[in-house]
């Protein structure tokens, strides 16, 4: 069962996109806390396959904590998936992302962009 790490700071997203991603078979976790240390060390221990990252989290900005994961060897190599309500596709893939979604989205096109991420 694939694992997707949930970087979302909105609660009501993180227990939809939980209850989507479960009825869909993947293991879903959050990070204990959003800031980016915290975040790091999470993705560290947790190791998912994907990491569904907001751009605009309250600690901070998602495309820095994604420059950062692809710093740390050890997990360098999580399949990132970023989400943003303004269309930031170049920007995120330029700071290692790979895919973005922009919101809102319909929950398939989410699925199908998570399992074709994890196939590459």
Do not use: W, Y
Not at 16 to 29: C, D, I, N, R, W
Not at 73 to 86: A, D, F, H, Y
């Amino acid at each position: 069962m694939p694992k997707v790490m949930l970087i979302e700071d909105d609660q009501t997203m993180v227990s939809l996109l939980t209850t989507l991603l479960k009825l869909e078979g993947f293991s879903v976790s959050t990070p204990e806390n959003h800031h980016i240390d915290g975040v790091l060390n999470d993705v560290r221990k947790e190791r998912p396959e994907v990491a569904f990252v907001d751009v605009n989290l309250n600690s901070g900005s998602g495309l820095d904590l994604v420059r950062e994961i692809r710093r740390e060897p050890v997990i360098q190599k999580t399949r990132i998936l970023m989400s943003s309500g303004l269309n930031l596709q170049t920007e995120c893939i330029q700071a290692g992302a790979d895919g973005f979604i922009q919101k809102p989205f319909m929950p398939d096109e989410l699925i199908e962009l998570i399992r074709r991420t994890i196939k590459l």
